[in-house]
């Protein structure tokens, strides 16, 4: 089996499978995804993060755009999972998968008809072949090919929030920011503090300086008509461990977690597919075919002939479905011969 595998990989090298498709297209989206999550999320904040001198950065207004916002949308994607978990709700039924499954397809036919006229016949009957079998490969493996769109958006997700963090922080080294906050309400500082100090239980234990203290809450209080130059500068420079604290925490945390269980359930249903299919069998049976050679006999005078080696299919000639099946045979074929054995 192994022998067979390789020469299969050795055969395939130039051969545009379309296993290497999806591998290359969901790494190349991946780091894509990094970079214009960082992109955006340190641009983000540096524009934010502007500071004239006259009107120090809006506390609450950090906290909304880059926290509160992030929060919710953690929150509604955490609702509906467990909704839908609870309801026993599969999630091929979802709006957005079926959103996301078609833009996907439209995708591929656009990609088809910009660029099927630049490349060979040869490519152009495997690139059709990879998107006519793209029905079939969705209803075989359902939500296993959603999974890689949920990682790559957590991806982004990350990136973002380490964009937002490093611009903070180079801001904050580099440059004099003042942070402070007003609010129209009769709010006092007190209760300001109090609620600083619920948002920080997660780090406040370890990092004290990550929570304002009263004095310094009290102290960054802008209020329009008495200016910012009566503020003391130790206050107003208070603020910005607990907003890294709080994108991180908030933001950033929660993406590397959902991330990690991301991975975790798309190798669990890798390892749950079942290869007692009749067609991975077939599959499995080409591979494991010896080879057989020939030899005609010589005759008098005459120079033998060199034997003729009678090789599996090459993967160029497979049809779509078998050469998908052959990408996923790879993570079972080990499984598959054990069962096989037993």
């Keep these: 089996m192994a022998s067979q595998r390789k020469k299969f990989a050795a055969s395939s090298e130039d051969v545009l499978s379309p296993g290497r498709v999806w591998q290359e297209g969901m790494t190349l989206f991946g780091w894509l995804s990094v970079f214009a999550g960082f992109v955006s999320g340190a641009g983000l904040a540096f524009s934010f993060l502007s500071y ?19 929060v919710a949308l953690i929150l509604a994607l955490t609702g509906i999972y467990l909704y839908r978990k609870v309801m026993g709700k599969t999630l091929a039924g979802s709006l957005v998968y079926r959103m996301l499954s078609r833009a996907f397809l439209r995708l591929t036919e656009l ?26 490969l969705q209803q075989r493996y359902g939500t296993l090919l959603l999974r890689p769109f949920f990682l790559i958006a957590q991806l982004f997700g990350l990136s973002f929030n380490g964009g937002v963090l490093a611009a903070t922080l180079l801001k904050v080294v580099g440059f004099d920011i003042a942070f402070g906050w007003q609010t129209s309400l009769q709010v006092s500082g007190e ?13 406040s234990w370890a990092v004290p300086a990550g929570c304002p203290t009263l004095s310094q809450v009290q102290g960054s209080q802008m209020v329009l008509k008495n200016g910012i130059y009566h503020l003391i500068t130790s206050d107003l420079v208070s603020w910005w461990p607990f907003l890294c604290f709080a994108v991180f925490c908030y933001g950033l945390l929660p993406r590397l977690i959902f991330f990690l269980y991301g991975l975790f359930l798309q190798h669990r249903e890798l390892s749950a597919l079942d290869f007692d299919h009749g067609r991975y069998r077939q599959l499995l049976h080409r591979m494991k075919t010896p080879l057989v050679s020939t030899r005609g006999q010589a005759e008098n005078g005459q120079k033998p002939l060199s034997p003729r080696k009678e090789d599996s299919a090459p993967p160029s000639s497979l049809n779509i479905t078998e050469q998908i099946d052959h990408k996923v045979l790879e993570e079972g074929s080990a499984r598959i011969s054990e069962k096989i054995a037993g």
Excluded: C, D, T
């Excluded at 006229?117 to 079998?133: D, N, T």
């Excluded at 209760?191 to 780090?203: F, G, N, Q, T």
């Design 111 to 136: 990609i088809e008809r910009k660029g099927i006229s630049r490349i060979s016949a040869e490519k152009r009957r495997q690139w059709s072949a990879l998107a006519g079998g793209w029905r079939a």
């Design 191 to 203: 209760a300001v503090h109090k609620l600083v100090a619920v948002i920080s239980l997660p780090w």
């Design 52 to 70: 004239s001198g006259k009107n120090p950065v809006n506390v609450s207004a950090y906290f909304a755009l880059f926290v509160l916002v992030q």
